[in-house]
């Protein structure tokens, strides 16, 4: 194991078992969230596209002092919402992608602890769909939509991919707050619409967790019948493995077998690989 040290607290490992995913991955603990002091500024300058910056030793988002605008004010309920967000840590790990042949080439990037995945947050708008090759890859960080502009060499995507998923993991907390307060997570900055298209929701949402429309019903007593008939109009002629039955029965079982149980294996040895981790 290298201690990358220049990259927050950031430790390789090399994991040989993964299949098509084994290779180089890289540890991380971080806390996204900015000092009181900054964090009004730094939201305001997501929101507005200006540029910002963070901490090497803590991954922690600060405001760019080279910033030029004079006044960073938000609205009343935004400043409501920053007020009760606290410092959280996140244990996160990074896939270089060496094959250059998921999500358009871009490092992968996935939270542990606390998990992230549409598991726990069915109505999460900026993830990419876990990926079943033979071996299962958890579901990861939508980030860019411009991994043409992440580097080839080391310093250049590792580096890119810790601040992306620093920044992702702010605006993520913004966006859990503002579920848990209005009713609806507000996604800040740019992208703010559901990167989630058509006829995917049945390969990612929980049967048993609750349903995307935020009834609070549970996906399979509310939308999932309407969402099992719009894939089969739409894919007549390529069916998932999971949607091949109206019986919802049927479809919580071969999502247990596909997706949940393969989820908790990789997250389950992730976790274990943490703790033998001197950061």
Known sequence: MVNYKDYAPCVKVFIDDLGRFSGDWYFLKIK???SKQDI?????DIIKGNSISFSNLEGKLMHD???REINHVLPKRMKRILKDIESQVFKIAIYDNPRNDLFFGQPVIISINPQISYTNFPDHPHLNLGVRRKNFLSASF???DKPNEIGNMFSDRISDAIFYSIEWLFRHQIWEKTRENLGEGKWIGSAAESSIK???HLEILNPVGLCR???GKKYAECCLVKDIELYQNLYKSSLSKIVFSKDVREYIKS???LVSL???????KFNKIFEGIEF
């Open 262 to 268: 393969p989820e908790k294996i990789f997250l389950d």
């Open 40 to 44: 009004e500024k730094v939201v305001f």
């Open 255 to 257: 999502w247990n077998e």
């Open 198 to 200: 058509n006829g995917e």
């Open 32 to 34: 996204p969230t900015p």
């Open 142 to 144: 939508c980030y860019t």
């Open 213 to 215: 429309c935020g009834s």
């Open 65 to 67: 002092q080279d910033c």
